[in-house]
């Protein structure tokens, strides 16, 4: 292998076979990762706290997690946006 091979990544062709099959950018290798069992979550848009998936109100700030919804098509509608996206109504 050559050295333009070690600068540019050339090292994975091989299937990353020097790893026993996995390669060091797989989830099984890195090591301290909070993906494994960890719950999907919600951003908070005021503070950008991490909440749980079904919270209503940010752990942090109390921020409101429930998206607005336009009142005449339903849809929901972006933290403070002027207009629906989906039908282009004014948001008061």
């Given at each position: 292998?050559?050295?333009?091979d ?19 950018h ?6 301290g990762?909070?993906s ?14 991490a ?16 998206p ?13 946006a ?11």
């Open positions: 292998m050559g050295i333009l070690r600068l540019f990544g050339g090292h994975h062709r091989d299937g990353d076979r020097h790893h026993g099959g996995v390669g060091h797989s989830a099984n290798y890195r090591q990762s909070s494994v069992g960890a719950s999907p979550s919600t951003a908070c848009s005021k503070c950008h706290t909440n749980a998936s079904g919270a209503r109100f940010c752990k942090q700030c109390g921020n409101s997690l429930i607005a919804m336009c009142g005449q098509c339903g849809a929901a509608v972006p933290t403070n002027k207009f629906c996206e989906q039908c282009g109504k004014p948001i008061a």
